[in-house]
């Protein structure tokens, strides 16, 4: 695989933390506080650049950031559990799809 681009790293990151962040033995609030924690370098996109047109420094995770972060943690996870159960990945992306209701 490629080397992932430092952007593309920070996305992951933050998609990491804000799954982490939940926890079931803490409140509601509690767990709202760390998911807006966890998604704080989330910026709006008015943010992304600044006035000579730069991508500002604090705003370096976009949406596609965000989707080809989520596509390599989701391919890793999906590879690793298929091979965990013996299976291969359309079965587990199978389930995946049920639980989304999409199957």
């Known amino acids: 695989m490629a080397a992932m681009p430092e952007s593309g790293r920070l996305a992951?990151?933050?998609?990491?933390?804000a799954v982490v962040s939940q926890s079931p033995e803490k409140s509601e609030d509690?767990?709202?506080?760390a998911l807006d924690l966890a998604l704080?370098?989330?910026?709006?996109?008015?943010?992304?650049e600044t006035d000579d047109g730069e991508r500002h420094p604090d705003s370096i995770i976009d949406?596609?950031?965000?989707?080809g972060a989520s596509i390599v943690l989701?391919?890793?996870?999906?590879?690793?559990?298929?091979?965990a159960r013996q299976t291969d990945?359309?079965?587990?992306?199978?389930?995946?799809?049920?639980?989304?209701?999409?199957?």
């Open 30 to 33: 509690e767990n709202r506080l």
């Open 74 to 83: 989701t391919s890793w996870l999906i590879s690793r559990l298929a091979e």
């Open 12 to 17: 992951a990151s933050v998609l990491l933390d």
């Open 63 to 67: 949406a596609s950031d965000l989707v």
């Open 89 to 103: 990945v359309a079965e587990v992306a199978g389930e995946l799809r049920s639980f989304i209701g999409t199957a």
């Open 40 to 48: 704080a370098l989330l910026v709006e996109p008015d943010d992304l």
